[in-house]
């Protein structure tokens, strides 16, 4: 990935960084067609060539037929540094390279027909390893993607941020059922019924949703949605926060899977950074 140096590259930069996010979120057709369809199934995406492509975490449009439904999801079957990963035998990492600057803003929540998304105001950014990721949303998995000694949690959380160069990193916060939780609860209390606007959030604070130790996992990986591009730097945190099972059952009711296997580490290496 080049630098771009002039404002015309780096428009056109933050347009793939969208694109990018399009797919990973699918906010763009999907939020379209939950308003005019009435209905959660819109599971569509646009292809390079500009019409829609239906996948889903299920059957003949699932995880195991990504890769095959799109010339663009390629990544999803050929890549070999896909997300998730299962979490074992991570290495000492170090210090944390990574320093986390959000802030409070308004937010609206939407169902993109994949999950449920909450798209934050500007100003919030991370620095990871050196370099500049501004925080666009978060969305919500059910059961967690990203396993530990291959157990999953209930839910986890994929905090979404891109850098000028259009690289993304994503932070992951696994959910555990315990105490119900009042910032999940605001959030689900916005989630839009179909056709209805996107949800408002004043004054959201996402700081909110971070566990309280900041050690965390960093391995270089993927979108775990198609095109499934490897341009993620992923940071999963070690420490979980607390939910209600009520609050999962709650997600669960209209999001009983979304979250795409476990993929093959390959040569990667998982580090741990304290
Ligand atoms: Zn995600």
Not at 175 to 191: K, Q
Not at 194 to 206: N, S
């Amino acid at each position: 990935m080049h630098i771009p140096e002039t404002p015309g590259a780096i428009s056109a930069v933050l347009v793939a960084t969208v694109a990018a996010i399009a797919l990973l979120a699918c906010q763009t057709d999907a939020a379209d067609d939950v308003a005019t369809e009435g209905e959660p199934d819109a599971e569509h995406e646009e292809s390079a060539e500009g019409h829609e492509v239906h996948w889903s975490y299920e059957g003949d449009t699932g995880p195991a037929m990504w890769g095959s439904l799109d010339p663009s999801f390629a990544a999803c079957h050929d890549g070999v540094r896909q997300s998730p990963v299962d979490i074992a035998g991570a290495v000492d990492g170090g210090e944390s390279e990574l320093e986390i600057r959000w802030q409070a803003g308004d937010a609206e929540v939407i169902d993109n027909g994949h999950t449920i998304v909450v798209n934050v105001a500007e100003g919030s950014a991370i620095s990871l390893e050196g370099r500049e990721f501004a925080l666009l949303q978060f969305h919500f998995h059910h059961p967690s993607e990203h396993t530990v000694e291959g157990s999953a949690a209930p839910i986890d959380i994929h905090f979404v941020h891109a850098a000028a160069e259009g690289d993304l990193a994503v932070i992951g916060v696994f959910l555990e059922a315990g105490e119900a939780d009042p910032t999940i609860r605001s959030i689900w209390d916005a989630i839009p019924s179909a056709g209805e606007a996107p949800g408002a959030l004043a004054a959201f604070d996402p700081n909110a949703l971070l566990p309280e130790g900041g050690s965390h996992y960093r391995y270089p990986g993927s979108l775990t949605t198609p095109g499934c591009s490897e341009i993620v730097s992923w940071v999963v945190m070690a420490d979980s926060i607390a939910v209600s099972q009520e609050q999962v059952d709650a997600f669960a009711a209209i999001y009983p899977m979304n979250a795409r296997p476990v993929q093959p580490l390959n040569e990667r290496t998982i580090e741990l950074k304290q």
